[in-house]
């Protein structure tokens, strides 16, 4: 059900209101059928009742006669007045009508008609003896004769018939036409559903587009959240909207505020933490013994990488620089040239030239992480470009002995490295590949590790072109 509903808001209301007004407009149709296949019922039967209670009341002041003929001696016959027979002209397998039955019987007693028995019956096709003794045909004879190219306003949809007893022997017949209103009553039906889907969409399509408006710059602000660098969204809206984006912007100040105090405290903390280690290191320049001197040099120099890193990883999301056009492939290539001038066996195989808006600072940290990883455990590195559609995935290749597949999520943890041993020769912070990734999906991409067939690690920075 779902795949055939609206993806939108405005949408699916607007679906679920015109389902449910066609439900109750179908209620609605068949309840006024049936109202209308009654009241035909209705009006024929009441017209054969007053034909009879009149024929009835005639008879009473004339006295009763079953044949009148004309001066010239010929029958005469009398049209649309009800025949007087000797037994009921209903006859078996005609369809009984026991309601329309007993309400004529009420009538004649209500018009002070004796009747001793009331019958009726409905048929399709009036009978042979019943043609002469039925009303409403004589109206639609004349206007065919006058206009028999018009088409009638209503379609005969049968025949009442209906006998009433008024005496022993004495039955008086009469026949009524069905008039059939369904096609008029279709056209209102129809006529009336339009409007009802006029009066109720056209305000609901208005309060859709109000209500989701607002909805979609809030859906836009969430998605291009920067904590407390986001501007704030626009309040409009319903009430409980208006509220809602309140609420948002008032989060983004008060993230904004706690990333602001977080990084005052990592400022103080680095500055209080890098002065003792630039002091340290002057009085260690002092040290006479130099594979001393060396060893605690480099450990001065690993300890501020550290720091480096930790202070990098927290601050990123609140970079000031802002990303510009960078051609992707000058940056790795800058990048490579440092390790080679460092004597370490990095390649870099050029595929023409890309643009990407990018922060290129960061992204720069991100590879030269990847790069020194590759340097450290597999001896070199060789670096590629590959564009998937919208996206451009730089490649750094290893021979080093790669890393068990169980193992590969977890090397993204904080301070979590393949090597066990923190020795100057493989040494680190552990914060490398976490820092990437961070760096990589704060730019909508990912950092992906896969060991090679041939041998070696595969690490990938995924960039989005969008």
Same mark, same amino acid.
């Given at each position: ?16 209101v ?22 035909k ?62 309400r ?8 002070g008609i ?9 048929v ?16 639609e004879?004349?206007?065919?004769r ?10 005969i ?8 007893q008024i ?7 009469i026949?009524?036409v ?64 208006k ?37 340290l290191?002057?009085?260690?320049e ?19 990488r550290?720091?480096?890193?930790i202070l990098?990883?927290a ?30 066996a ?6 023409g ?8 600072t960061?992204?720069?940290r ?18 590629s ?11 750094v ?7 068990a597949?169980?193992?590969?999520? !977890? ?11 923190? +020795? %100057? &020769?493989? #040494? @680190?912070s552990?914060?490398g =590949?976490?820092?990437?990734? !961070? ?11 896969? +060991? %090679? &067939?041939? #041998? @070696?690690?595969?690490?990938? =920075? ?5």
């Amino acid at each position: 059900m779902k795949r055939f509903l609206p993806n939108s808001l405005i949408g699916q209301l607007l679906a679920l209101v015109a389902f449910t007004l066609l439900i109750a407009q179908g209620i609605n149709v068949a309840l006024l059928y049936q109202g209308a296949q009654n009241q035909k019922m209705v009006e024929a039967s009441a017209s054969a009742v007053a034909r009879i209670a009149w024929e009835a009341e005639r008879i009473n002041e004339r006295g009763f006669r079953e044949r009148r003929y004309r001066r010239d001696g010929s029958l005469r016959i009398r049209r649309n007045r009800p025949s007087t027979t000797s037994q009921s002209a209903i006859e078996d397998g005609q369809t009984r009508l026991p309601s329309v039955e007993e309400r004529a019987a009420r009538a004649f007693d209500n018009l002070g008609i004796t009747s001793l028995s009331v019958q009726a019956a409905r048929v399709d096709k009036l009978p042979a003896n019943m043609r002469n003794s039925v009303i409403g045909l004589g109206r639609e004879r004349q206007r065919l004769r006058a206009i028999a190219y018009r088409k009638m306003p209503h379609k005969i949809d049968g025949f009442i018939i209906m006998s009433a007893q008024i005496g022993e022997g004495r039955w008086l017949n009469i026949a009524a036409v069905i008039r059939d209103r369904n096609p008029r009553l279709a056209r209102t039906l129809i006529f009336q559903t339009a409007v009802i889907y006029l009066i109720l969409l056209i305000p609901l399509i208005w309060l859709g587009r109000y209500i989701s408006r607002p909805l979609k710059a809030l859906t836009k602000g969430a998605e291009n959240f920067r904590p407390g660098a986001s501007d704030p969204i626009a309040e409009s809206g319903p009430p409980d909207t208006k509220q809602l984006i309140a609420a948002f912007n008032g989060m983004n100040d008060r993230v904004g505020a706690m990333l602001n105090e977080k990084n005052v405290m990592l400022g103080a903390i680095g500055h209080d933490l890098r002065t003792p280690l630039a002091a340290l290191r002057v009085r260690v320049e002092s040290v006479e013994d130099e594979d001393e001197r060396d060893r605690m040099i480099a450990g001065i120099d690993d300890m501020d990488r550290t720091l480096d890193d930790i202070l990098s990883l927290a601050r990123l999301g609140r970079s000031k620089e802002a990303a510009e056009p960078t051609d992707i492939s000058a940056l790795i290539e800058t990048v490579a040239d440092e390790f080679t001038d460092m004597g370490a066996a990095v390649s870099f195989t050029r595929s023409g030239r890309t643009i990407a808006n990018i922060r290129a600072t960061l992204i720069r940290r991100a590879l030269r992480n990847l790069i020194s990883n590759a340097v450290k455990y597999g001896k070199e590195a060789a670096v590629s470009v590959d564009k998937d559609g919208d996206r451009l995935v730089i490649h750094v290749d290893d021979n080093g002995p790669g890393i068990a597949e169980d193992q590969i999520e !977890a090397m993204f943890e904080p301070f979590a490295r393949a090597e066990i041993s923190r +020795n %100057r &020769a493989t #040494g @680190g912070s552990g914060l490398g =590949l976490t820092l990437a990734r !961070a760096i990589m999906r704060d730019h909508g991409g990912d950092v992906l590790l896969q +060991n %090679r &067939a041939e #041998g @070696g690690l595969r690490a990938s =920075l995924i960039l989005s072109l969008d």
